[in-house]
């Protein structure tokens, strides 16, 4: 068959064009081009959809940022969350909503804005001025031309242009801002009375069927989720370092090869006349002729260099300093120039040198001699430098070993452990969410263990809970946390979720109920004493001394109580009231209330922190109007992308 289709191409390419066509007819091109490559929409902009692939990819790139910033710490459970989804779309809509409002307006910006905007970015300054080199350099490095950057930030600036005008001119009403300096500086003067749980704990009992009636209703709260007991190896530095013995050979050679680090090196000061080449055969010879004549006359009067470089020199930094460049380090300077400048004696003229930047005559003015640390003197500094780099090469190579040898035997780490010289370790109480308190994990509570950083780490357990270490209980991969640690896990026991019997958490539910009836038993004693007050105010009995407070200066008070002390109305003084603060109950008795003062400079910030807030509610109103007028709609496939069902949201 495939032998006649090569032989009668001309034919089968007739028979499928009559075969092909009449689909277009039945089904309609657009609904072809449709089958073929539309991707589901997931919102509509005046009608310009906002595809699947659009927000694939912006959703990829979010999480890749929360990645870089997270690292080790990521943990793609907590960061992918439907809100932070719904979010994003809602990014998408509103960036093409304000492309379009800018486009419809023809709003745009001019060759000035964009440069001074590129001139300020502080990645592309060197000094704090802009320069081009670094401007270059930086966009090189992400992958970008200039004229693409400049283009999209073009694009983004004339956007920026439909809100900006809203929020920079938004003021938040002089009321309002009067309204809020009143509030925060406003002081009250207040005595507080403290009724104590821990005071009544001792007049309250738990018998033996309270207990068990909490447990019975309660026991939902008391569920310990599934655990797991890991058996782990551990490969970092202090692993890579054991043992490592540094030879006094391999000091001395190490000592020799970096002797310049040990000490300060030979150092120089030098002066020098410079001389630019131009272009041109006859000036370059023109120039050349100067500097030789210059050279001339300054080895025959070294005590005139500085004089010839004043007269003379091209380097106007330099000319007015006798030609002086300060000290200088071996290397520092261009080759020809470094040599020359190294060797010279001390008030010795070169002859003309040739650098990349034009001719120089050089003068040495001083040497300041190297001195270098004996061996004996930086003997520690050495061995824990040549410990570390041999650390550093055995790393690797117990690192090459180890991910070998987790595959080779996959039920159990042991092998591992003994081929790479790694002590196998054991923990338990390790969840899918974190680490059990000890008393509910046990003997060996990975939470009291000195690796409890390492196993609570996202990735961690990401991995001790997939399907081939959990059920099949086989070896992990190596999980790389830091560039010096690595972890292999593998999961020795599953314990599932359980309650606990009631003999093992009795103790818990009879502390949880005295808390319970010493806190209440408190607050009757405390509303007591309320109604008490509130009978006869001239009575201060059992309250402590007075204390001046402000939102600004709650004075060491719990949040509770200070919202309480703010809110009473101060129409009659004294004032009551009473608050529950955690297990405490504390009786507020507010005594005097004043206006407070704030500078002029502080009433000025005020304004402009409520204006910015203020610019921003109005430019979330203008993007709702906006939406409207747009015709913005999301559909019935975004719901399935803002829940995460990948099936649904593809189809």
Known sequence: ???????????????????????????????????????????????????????????????????????????VAVIDTPAMRESLLNQLINQRLLANVAADNRFSVSDETLRNTIAAIPE??????????????????????????????????????VLEPVGQSARAPAEVVSA?????????????????????????????????????????????????????????????????QVKDEDLASYYEQNKNRFGQPERRRASHIFIELPSGEDARKAAR?????????????????????????????????????????????????????????????????????GLHIVKVTEISPGAIKPLAEVKDQITAEVRK???????????????????????????????????????????????????????????DSPDAALLDNPRVRQVLFSPDVLREKQNSGVIELAPDTMLAVRVAAIEPAHVPPLDKVSDVIRAKLLDERSAEAAKKAGEAALAANKADPASTEGFGPAITVTRQNPQDLSRPVLDAVMRLPSATLPAFTGVQSGVDYTLVRLEKVEAGKSDAADKERLAQQLSGAWGQAENEALIRMLRQQYEVNVTPAAADVIRGDQSQAAG
Not at 203 to 229: F, M, S
Not at 308 to 314: D, G
Not at 414 to 443: H, W
Request: aromatic share 8%; hydrophobic share 40%; no cysteine.
């Open 289 to 357: 002729a100067k500097a030789e004549d210059i050279a001339k006359q300054a080895a025959a009067d070294p005590a005139k260099f500085a004089e010839l470089a004043a007269k003379n020199s091209q380097d106007s930094g330099s000319a007015t300093k006798g030609g002086d460049l300060g000290w200088i380090a071996p290397g520092a300077q261009p080759g020809p120039l470094d040599k020359a400048i190294f060797g010279l004696a001390q008030n010795q003229v070169s002859g003309v040198v040739e650098s990349p930047f």
């Open 389 to 447: 780099q041999i650390a550093a090469q055995r790393f690797s190579e117990m690192a090459s070993q180890l991910n070998k040898q987790v595959y080779d035997q996959r039920d159990s780490l042991q092998p591992a452990a003994d081929a790479v010289g790694l002590k196998l370790r054991t923990a338990s109480g390790v969840t899918r969410e974190g680490l059990l308190p000890a008393d509910k994990a046990g003997p060996g509570s990975a939470a």
């Open 124 to 161: 592309v300054q060197d000094n704090g001025r802009f320069s081009p080199e670094r401007y270059r350099q930086v966009l090189a490095a992400q992958g970008m031309s200039p004229t693409s950057f400049e283009a999209g930030l073009r694009r983004d600036l004339a956007i920026a242009r």
């Open 180 to 244: 809020v300096e009143s509030a925060l500086t406003q002081t009250r003067t207040v005595q507080l009375r403290n009724f104590s749980a821990a005071d009544f704990r001792s007049q309250v009992t738990v018998t033996p069927a309270d207990i068990q009636a909490w447990y019975d209703a309660n026991k939902q709260q008391l569920q310990v989720p599934e655990q797991v007991q890991v058996q782990y190896l551990v490969l970092d530095e202090a692993a890579a370092t054991q043992g490592v």
């Open 1 to 75: 068959m495939f032998e006649f289709i090569r032989s009668h191409r001309r034919w089968m390419q007739f028979i499928l064009l009559i075969l092909i066509v009449p689909s277009f007819f039945l089904v309609g091109i657009q609904g072809y081009d449709s089958f073929m490559s539309r991707e589901p929409e997931l919102a509509t902009v005046a009608g310009q959809p906002i595809s699947r692939a659009e927000f694939d990819q912006a959703h990829r790139n979010q999480l890749d940022q929360f990645r870089n910033r997270l690292g080790s710490q990521f943990d």
